[in-house]
Every structure is written in structure tokens, then in C-alpha cells.
């Protein structure tokens, strides 16, 4: 089993409302999941946001708390909601209303990772999908939603930034010939997670350390964009995907030659984006 749910790096102090989350780059593979898994110790990987957390690990530095995934993707999603539980995978789990998530294999617990390349031979028992859930979803999310009211608490709003990595091809779709090729998606669910003048400034802050961004094609944002989304009651929640190709070789799963650079251009687009937050303004209006 992995052997904690979460890690939080907390600032000195916290000087913003913004709060930064990663809940793909778990990488504690434990040994006795790849005893359980069909697949090797490469393959396992491949729907895990690798790096992720060291992009954004100075997010702290600007005042803004920073909470990791303990656990890896293929092992507990925690960009779902606890009740996406697979029957395909699950044994003793009715057939829920038509969930697309669930059906393609990517549960609370998943079935598949990237490709739809199976995890497992067989079912899991409830028991054993509930243990992960109660283990490690549950104290992540508990945390999550503290960190949350901490800072409606000080600040009179929240605005969390729930951050991904999405593979290169997965833009093919939208790219067009002849037009720069995206390279960071945003995702607000079109509005509902969050308010427009949060998303311009957090598109702005992208657009200015020379990226190319997009909002909620092909990434709209899942469970943790639509649970902690409340732009009426001060709370905004924003997905972000970020193009593994610029700081990564996807095939080997290994920073490649460019990952120090963007490690200082996210550096100067988490500095933007915890100004969002700062004390020494007024708190955002909702709307």
C-alpha cells in the first residue's frame, strides 16, 4: 500500500487565497499493488501526471499551500468522486446510471490506465476498493476542502488550481494546420467552477510566460472542478493541463532537455497567479 494519503507543503505564511492541488503525480507504487497489477513498472505509470508536483513546487514560496497526491493514479483516482465505483472491476457493485468515466474503465478505482490497457486479471472485492477510498480518498479530499475554508476564512475567497498534465496527442483533435498548437488547457466546466474575471487573470498569467491556452476543449474539468466549484459563494476552482511533450519524453517517462526552463516559466505563472489571492486585495466580487 502507498504509504501516505497526501503531502502538503504549507508556506511560512500563507498570503494568498490561492491554493495549488496535484492529485495525479502520486508515484508510491507499492510493492505489494505491482504484485496485484498485470502490468510492468513502466506501463503502470502511464496515466500518471509526471513531475507535475516539482513544476509547481515553489508554489509555496508565494504564499500559496501546495498538496500532492501519496498515492498513484492507477491505485486511487482522486479526481473522482467516491461513489465512481467500476462493476466491471468491483465485485458486488450494481450498475450505476450511465457514468462515462466508470464505463471507460476510469473509476474512483480504476480498470484501465492510459489506452485502456488493463490494471488487473480479475475483480477487486468492495472491501478492498473501500479500503483505498477511506485510506487515502477521503484524508486527501478532508484536507483539500480544510485548505479551502482556511482561505475563504482569511481571505473571504478560495481559488484552487487542481493541476494536471495532458500526453501531446491529446490536442491532435483540436489542433488546426497552420495555428499554433495548444499548449495548456483550462478548465472552468464552461463557466460553472469559477468566475470569468478568475480564469482571464489565470489565462493571462499563462499567456504572458509565452504558452498558448485554450479553455475546456478537450478538458473541462471532472470531479474536483465540479464538486469545489462555487463562484457564487467565493469559491473558484480551475483544472489546468499542461502539454507533457514541453518538459518530458511521454514515452520514457523522463524530464527531457527543456524541464528546467519550464520549471522557471511556471515559476513566474505560479507567482501570477497567487497575485490573484493576495490579502492586500479586495477579495474577488462572485458572480
Not at 450505476?96 to 471507460?104: D, K, M, Q
Request: glycine letters at 8%; proline letters at 6%.
Amino acid at each position: 500500500m502507498p504509504k501516505v494519503a497526501y503531502h502538503l507543503i504549507n508556506p511560512g505564511q500563507r498570503t494568498t487565497s490561492v491554493v495549488f492541488a496535484s492529485p495525479h503525480s502520486g508515484r508510491d507504487y507499492s510493492r505489494t499493488f505491482m504484485r496485484r497489477t498485470i502490468l510492468d513498472e513502466h506501463a503502470i505509470r502511464s496515466s500518471e501526471d509526471a513531475f507535475v508536483d516539482k513544476l509547481f513546487a515553489t508554489a509555496p514560496q508565494h504564499g500559496a499551500p501546495l498538496l500532492l497526491a501519496g498515492a498513484p493514479r492507477a491505485f486511487i483516482d482522486l479526481n473522482r468522486s467516491a461513489d465512481e465505483l467500476d462493476p466491471a472491476l468491483i465485485a458486488d457493485v450494481r450498475h450505476p446510471l450511465h457514468n462515462p468515466r466508470v464505463a471507460s474503465g476510469l473509476g474512483v478505482v480504476p480498470r484501465v490506465v492510459a489506452g485502456g490497457r488493463a490494471i488487473y486479471s480479475g475483480k477487486l472485492s468492495r472491501i478492498e476498493a473501500q479500503q483505498r477510498i477511506d485510506t487515502y480518498w477521503h484524508p486527501y479530499h478532508a484536507t483539500l476542502q480544510r485548505l479551502l475554508n482556511e482561505s475563504v476564512g482569511l481571505f473571504g475567497e478560495a481559488i484552487l488550481i487542481d493541476c494536471h498534465s495532458m500526453p501531446h496527442e491529446a490536442m491532435d483533435g483540436i489542433a488546426r494546420a497552420g495555428v499554433r498548437r495548444p499548449e495548456v488547457v483550462l478548465g472552468d466546466r464552461f463557466g460553472a467552477s469559477a468566475s470569468a474575471e478568475v480564469v482571464e487573470r489565470i489565462e493571462a498569467a499563462f499567456a504572458a510566460a509565452g504558452l498558448n491556452v485554450v479553455r475546456n476543449a478537450p478538458f473541462a474539468g471532472a470531479f474536483t472542478a465540479q464538486h469545489y466549484g462555487r463562484p457564487l459563494r467565493g469559491q473558484h476552482v480551475v483544472q489546468i493541463e499542461i502539454d507533457r511533450s514541453l518538459y518530458m519524453n511521454e514515452q520514457m517517462i523522463r524530464p527531457n532537455s527543456n524541464f528546467a526552463e519550464m520549471q522557471r516559466v511556471l515559476g513566474r505563472v505560479i507567482s501570477e497567479i497567487s497575485e490573484i489571492g493576495r490579502a492586500s486585495e479586495q477579495p474577488l466580487a462572485a458572480e
